[in-house]
């Protein structure tokens, strides 16, 4: 799986919370942090190296490098966005595998689709 986790200043103290998904499921797979740029890309295999994790960026949010980035290097997997919403208008068309979007508050906006697109939306309970 690809997590594309915004590391934008608005979601500063809710990286727990997002990532809480993957800590709970011990999922495997490649890791991109980006807000108005992809800023840091690895694997992750286990718990413990998303909790040794640094985040990278705290700017605006501009998602699209990101998928573009995804794109490119890691399209035959399924993706998984983690935001809060606020961004980009994204398009998903090249992505090949499913793509969940988990947001808090606000669905993200999509120019196109891959039409395997599913936005799970939470709410912000702090």
């Not at 190296?49 to 573009?68: D, N, Q, Y």
């Not at 595998?97 to 947001?103: A, K, N, P, Q």
């Amino acid at each position: 799986i690809n997590v594309i986790l915004d590391t934008s200043g608005a979601m500063g103290n809710t990286f727990e919370k997002v990532l809480s998904y993957i800590y709970r499921n011990d999922i495997t797979g490649n890791m991109i942090q980006a807000d108005t740029q992809v800023n840091w890309g690895d694997k992750f295999m286990d718990k413990k190296k998303i909790e040794r994790m640094k985040i990278s960026g705290l700017g605006g949010t501009v998602l699209t490098p990101a998928v573009e980035y995804v794109v490119q290097n890691f399209n035959q997997y399924n993706t998984c966005i983690l935001t809060d919403g606020y961004c980009d208008s994204l398009d998903l068309s090249k992505l090949k595998g499913r793509v969940l979007i988990i947001s808090i508050g606000v669905k993200v906006p999509i120019s196109r689709s891959n039409c395997k697109v599913k936005q799970i939306c939470v709410e912000d309970k702090d």
